[in-house]
């Protein structure tokens, strides 16, 4: 039972852990050169959890 938890678990972080990089990941070759005299068009942002807001009413946490 303890082997099978300790294995559950060092494949659970294993995902993680390749799942999140620091470096930017471009294709082979290719450098990515932002312009920084552009407009910004879209801005995104991520929404945690909201409890269980329904679609119909108005949330505090999403206002």
Do not use: W
């Amino acid at each position: 039972m303890k082997f099978s938890r300790l294995l559950f678990y060092i494949f659970t972080t294993s995902i993680f852990i390749s799942c999140a990089t620091i470096k930017m990941q471009v294709k082979e070759g290719h450098t990515f050169k932002p312009n920084k005299e552009s407009e910004l068009l879209h801005s995104f942002y991520l929404i945690g959890d909201a409890g269980n807001s329904e679609l119909s009413k108005k949330d505090s946490a999403l206002v």
